[in-house]
C-alpha cells in the first residue's frame, strides 16, 4: 500500500487534567530543509521533552517543528520544590569564586536566585512524580499522532493541487507539440524574407537554401524538451501516487521542468509557440511553489 503525501506544515494540540492539576501539549510545524525538533517544557520534565523528541524523529523526515508544553499545577497549600542541581551549581561556582564553602548566609542567598525554589502553583518540580512523567509522556506521543494527522490532511490537499498542476502542464506540452509542427515551414518562410529583404534571394542557389533551411529545423526541433517533460510529468505522477518523504525529489523535477521550459521557448520560431512555452513556465512555478511544502 502506497504511502500518503504528507505536507511539512500542522498544527496539534493535546490537553489533560489529573488531581495535580492540568497540562497542555502544542506542537508546530512549518517548512524546513531537513528535520529540526525543538522543545520548550516547565524544568523537572526535560525527560518527557527527550521523549517526545524522539518519537517525532521516528514519525518525521522533514520540517521545523516547535514544542511547548504549559503545566498549571493545582492550589492545595503551600508547595515547595528546590532545584538541587542548580543549587549545587550555585555552590560550586561560589566556593571557586571565594576559596571557601558557603555558609548559612551565603545558601540563603543562592536559593533567593530565581528558579531554585519555587513554590505555590509555580512548583511543578514538585508534582515531576513518575507517574505523572508517564502520563505526560503518552500525552506528548498522542500530540505527535495528531500533529502526523494533521499533516497528512494537509499533505492530501496538496497531492490533489499538484496532480491538477500536472494536468494543466500536460494540456500544455500538447499544445505545444501541435505548434511545433509548423516550426519547418514558419522558418523557411522566415529565411526567404530575410534573404529577399538583403536581396540575395536570386544569389542563393535551392539545395544551400534546402540546407539552411534544414539545419534551422534541426536547431529549433523541440521534440526532445518535449518527450522529457512527459516524462518528468509522468514521474512526478509516480512519485505522488508513491506518496512518503517526496519533498526533494518533487522539488528536482521541479527544476527540470523548468530547463526544458526554457529551452522550449528559446527554440520557438513563432508567437504561440512563445505563449505556450510561457504558459508552462508558469505553470512549472506554481508547481514548485506548492512542492516546497511536502516533507
Same mark, same amino acid.
Given at each position: 500500500?502506497?504511502?500518503? #503525501?504528507?505536507?511539512?506544515?500542522? %498544527?496539534?494540540?493535546? @490537553?489533560?487534567?489529573?488531581?495535580?492539576?492540568?497540562?497542555?501539549?502544542? /506542537?508546530?510545524? $512549518?517548512?524546513?530543509? +531537513?528535520?529540526?525538533?525543538?522543545?520548550? $517544557?516547565?524544568?523537572?520534565?526535560?525527560? #518527557?521533552?527527550?521523549?517526545?523528541?524522539? @518519537?517525532?524523529?521516528?514519525? %518525521?523526515?522533514?520540517?521545523?517543528?516547535?514544542?511547548?508544553?504549559?503545566?498549571?499545577?493545582? +492550589?492545595?497549600?503551600?508547595? =515547595? +520544590? $528546590?532545584?538541587?542541581?542548580?543549587?549545587?551549581?550555585?555552590?560550586?561556582?561560589?566556593?571557586?569564586?571565594?576559596?571557601? /564553602?558557603?555558609? &548559612?548566609?551565603?545558601?540563603?542567598?543562592?536559593?533567593?536566585?530565581?528558579?531554585?525554589?519555587?513554590?505555590?502553583?509555580? !512548583? @511543578?518540580?514538585?508534582?515531576?512524580?513518575?507517574?505523572?512523567?508517564?502520563?505526560?509522556?503518552?500525552?506528548?506521543?498522542?500530540?505527535?499522532?495528531?500533529?502526523?494527522?494533521?499533516?497528512?490532511?494537509?499533505?492530501?490537499? =496538496?497531492?490533489?493541487?499538484?496532480?491538477?498542476?500536472?494536468?494543466?502542464?500536460?494540456?500544455?506540452?500538447?499544445?505545444?507539440?501541435?505548434?511545433?509542427?509548423?516550426?519547418?515551414?514558419?522558418?523557411?518562410?522566415?529565411?526567404?524574407?530575410?534573404?529577399?529583404?538583403?536581396?540575395? !534571394?536570386?544569389?542563393?542557389?535551392?539545395?544551400?537554401? /534546402?540546407?539552411?533551411?534544414?539545419? !534551422?529545423?534541426?536547431?529549433?526541433?523541440?521534440?526532445?524538451? =518535449?518527450?522529457?517533460?512527459?516524462?518528468?510529468?509522468? +514521474?512526478?505522477?509516480? =512519485?505522488?501516487?508513491?506518496?512518503?518523504?517526496?519533498?526533494?525529489? &518533487?522539488?528536482?523535477?521541479?527544476?527540470? %521542468?523548468?530547463?526544458?521550459?526554457?529551452? &522550449?521557448?528559446?527554440?520557438?520560431?513563432?508567437?504561440?509557440? @512563445?505563449?505556450?512555452?510561457?504558459?508552462?513556465?508558469? &505553470?512549472?512555478?506554481?508547481?514548485?511553489?506548492?512542492?516546497?511544502?511536502?516533507?
Amino acid at each position: 500500500m502506497s504511502a500518503q #503525501v504528507s505536507s511539512m506544515t500542522g %498544527f496539534a494540540r493535546v @490537553t489533560g487534567e489529573a488531581d495535580w492539576g492540568s497540562w497542555a501539549f502544542e /506542537a508546530k510545524s $512549518v517548512n524546513g530543509r +531537513s528535520l529540526d525538533v525543538r522543545g520548550n $517544557v516547565p524544568g523537572g520534565f526535560e525527560g #518527557v521533552e527527550r521523549a517526545v523528541k524522539q @518519537t517525532a524523529s521516528k514519525m %518525521f523526515a522533514r520540517g521545523n517543528i516547535q514544542i511547548g508544553l504549559r503545566i498549571e499545577v493545582a +492550589s492545595g497549600g503551600e508547595m =515547595l +520544590s $528546590v532545584n538541587h542541581d542548580a543549587l549545587q551549581q550555585l555552590l560550586r561556582a561560589f566556593e571557586k569564586a571565594s576559596g571557601h /564553602a558557603a555558609d &548559612l548566609g551565603a545558601i540563603a542567598s543562592l536559593m533567593g536566585i530565581k528558579g531554585v525554589v519555587e513554590n505555590g502553583q509555580n !512548583s @511543578t518540580r514538585a508534582v515531576a512524580s513518575d507517574e505523572v512523567v508517564a502520563a505526560l509522556q503518552a500525552g506528548g506521543d498522542e500530540l505527535v499522532r495528531q500533529l502526523n494527522k494533521a499533516r497528512l490532511e494537509e499533505g492530501g490537499a =496538496l497531492n490533489d493541487m499538484l496532480s491538477g498542476y500536472l494536468d494543466e502542464m500536460e494540456r500544455a506540452v500538447a499544445q505545444a507539440d501541435s505548434l511545433a509542427g509548423e516550426q519547418p515551414r514558419l522558418l523557411k518562410a522566415r529565411l526567404e524574407k530575410q534573404l529577399a529583404e538583403l536581396e540575395a !534571394s536570386d544569389k542563393v542557389d535551392g539545395e544551400r537554401l /534546402a540546407a539552411e533551411v534544414a539545419l !534551422s529545423v534541426a536547431k529549433a526541433d523541440v521534440r526532445e524538451e =518535449l518527450d522529457r517533460l512527459r516524462a518528468h510529468i509522468e +514521474s512526478a505522477r509516480g =512519485l505522488l501516487e508513491q506518496g512518503g518523504p517526496i519533498g526533494r525529489k &518533487l522539488d528536482f523535477l521541479s527544476q527540470e %521542468f523548468n530547463r526544458e521550459a526554457n529551452t &522550449l521557448c528559446s527554440k520557438s520560431a513563432s508567437l504561440d509557440l @512563445t505563449n505556450a512555452g510561457l504558459a508552462l513556465k508558469g &505553470l512549472v512555478d506554481q508547481f514548485k511553489e506548492q512542492a516546497a511544502n511536502v516533507e
